[in-house]
Nanobody, 114 residues
C-alpha cells in the first residue's frame, strides 16, 4: 500500500515561513513528476507546484517568487519552502503524483494569522 506522509505545517504569522516535507516511496519518487496541492475549506483542491525527476519546477502564479519546490533523491522526499505567507495560503497541503493517482495522505495543515 502506497503511503504518502506530509509534515511541516503549523500556525505562522502572515509574512512568515514554513517548510513542508513529503516522504515518497522510492519506486515512485525516482520516475514521476511530483506535486504539492492544497485545499482550503469550501474550495477545490488545487495544484500549487510541480517538480520533475530532473528538477524542472512549475508554480501557480499566486505563489511564484514565494514558494520553492525541491526534491532530495537520497531521502526520497519532496519539499515545499513557503516564504512570505499570506492569509490566502491557509489550507491543508498534500503531495501526490501529478496525475493524482496515488492514495492521498492526510496532508499537513497550514494556518496563517494576520
Amino acid at each position: 500500500q502506497v503511503q504518502l506522509v506530509e509534515s511541516g505545517g503549523g500556525l505562522v504569522q502572515a509574512g512568515g515561513s514554513l517548510r513542508l516535507s513529503c516522504i515518497v516511496p522510492r519506486n515512485i519518487f525516482d520516475d514521476d513528476v511530483m506535486a504539492w496541492y492544497r485545499q482550503a475549506p469550501g474550495k477545490q483542491r488545487e495544484t500549487v507546484a510541480t517538480i520533475s525527476s530532473d528538477d524542472f519546477a512549475t508554480y501557480i502564479s499566486s505563489v511564484k517568487g514565494r514558494f520553492t519546490i525541491s526534491r532530495d533523491n537520497a531521502k526520497n522526499t519532496v519539499y515545499l519552502q513557503m516564504n512570505s505567507l499570506k492569509p490566502e495560503d491557509a489550507a491543508i497541503y498534500y503531495c501526490n503524483r501529478l496525475d493524482r493517482q496515488l492514495p492521498w495522505g492526510r496532508g499537513t495543515q497550514v494556518a496563517i494569522s494576520s
